[in-house]
């Protein structure tokens, strides 16, 4: 009798936190330019940096084919280790091939002067918390650097059902899948303001937070990081 109460528990625990949704596991891939300069003066070098997340949302190093449009007014190569030769504009391009055929590409003009103008790093990115089945889950959110960790504030109009069985919230570059994902901890907080330190990620590593059901491996919700 006791073994058949808990199968029927965990049943209703395991249908209630599925929901309707079907979630697939592959994403959009995706190319970024991580270090830019908008110009660089006669001379001097400038160290390019991208970063490329394949269809399952993980990071591929050594995939990013550097170019530049005038390697005679701007020379870069395959490191993206870019040279200013002589004054002018050009563009420079980040490709990756992809195994489909398709080439996804990032550019950006440089002008080649004589300072060179790094473009700032963003210190801060944001989001809204949504839902992906019929339980509450909302709320905005703020990533920030400070004193070398990852910050994440969630704001005061945060909200969770605390029915959620094993609710646990992660940073990924794929939003239906945990595989490749970064485990921030159990969700211990179901209402209002509050804060989580990150240890040894950057601002740029992660686009999304996910909410899963642990226990069932079912997702709950997410928010895009702008």
């Given at each position: 009798?006791?073994n058949?109460?808990?199968?029927?528990?965990?049943?209703?625990?395991?249908?209630?936190?599925?929901?309707?949704?079907?979630?697939?596991?592959?994403?959009?891939?995706?190319?970024?330019?991580?270090?830019?300069?908008?110009?660089?003066?006669?001379?001097?070098?400038?160290?390019?940096?991208?970063?490329?997340?394949?269809?399952?949302?993980?990071?591929?190093?050594?995939?990013?084919?550097?170019?530049?449009?005038?390697?005679?007014?701007?020379?870069?190569?395959?490191?993206?280790l870019?040279?200013?030769?002589?004054?002018?504009?050009?563009?420079?391009?980040a490709?990756?091939?992809?195994?489909?055929?398709?080439?996804?590409?990032?550019?950006?003009?440089?002008?080649?002067?004589?300072?060179?103008?790094?473009?700032?790093?963003?210190?801060?990115?944001?989001?809204?918390?949504?839902?992906?089945?019929?339980?509450?889950?909302?709320?905005d959110?703020?990533?920030s650097?400070?004193?070398?960790?990852?910050?994440?504030?969630i704001?005061?109009?945060?909200?969770?059902?605390s029915?959620?069985?094993?609710?646990?919230?992660?940073?990924?570059?794929?939003?239906?899948?945990?595989?490749?994902?970064?485990?921030?901890?159990?969700?211990?907080?179901?209402?209002?303001a509050h804060?989580?330190e990150?240890?040894?990620?950057?601002l740029?590593?992660?686009?999304?937070?996910?909410?899963?059901?642990?226990?069932?491996?079912?997702?709950?919700?997410?928010?895009?990081i702008?």
């Open positions: 009798m006791k058949t109460f808990y199968i029927t528990l965990l049943a209703i625990l395991f249908s209630s936190c599925i929901g309707d949704d079907i979630i697939l596991d592959t994403v959009e891939e995706t190319l970024r330019i991580t270090a830019q300069a908008s110009s660089i003066a006669v001379g001097e070098t400038f160290q390019f940096e991208a970063r490329f997340t394949n269809n399952i949302g993980e990071t591929e190093e050594g995939r990013i084919i550097w170019s530049s449009s005038d390697e005679n007014i701007l020379a870069i190569d395959a490191n993206g870019a040279t200013a030769i002589a004054q002018g504009n050009v563009f420079v391009y490709d990756v091939d992809l195994a489909d055929g398709r080439t996804i590409r990032e550019e950006m003009t440089i002008e080649v002067s004589m300072v060179t103008t790094v473009v700032e790093v963003p210190t801060s990115r944001i989001g809204v918390i949504q839902t992906t089945t019929f339980y509450d889950l909302a709320g959110f703020e990533l650097e400070v004193d070398g960790k990852l910050v994440l504030n704001a005061d109009n945060y909200v969770a059902s029915s959620l069985p094993g609710l646990y919230l992660y940073l990924t570059n794929n939003p239906n899948s945990i595989g490749d994902a970064l485990e921030v901890g159990a969700v211990e907080v179901f209402e209002g804060t989580y990150i240890e040894n990620v950057g740029a590593d992660y686009d999304y937070l996910l909410y899963f059901c642990k226990p069932f491996r079912v997702k709950v919700g997410d928010g895009a702008n």
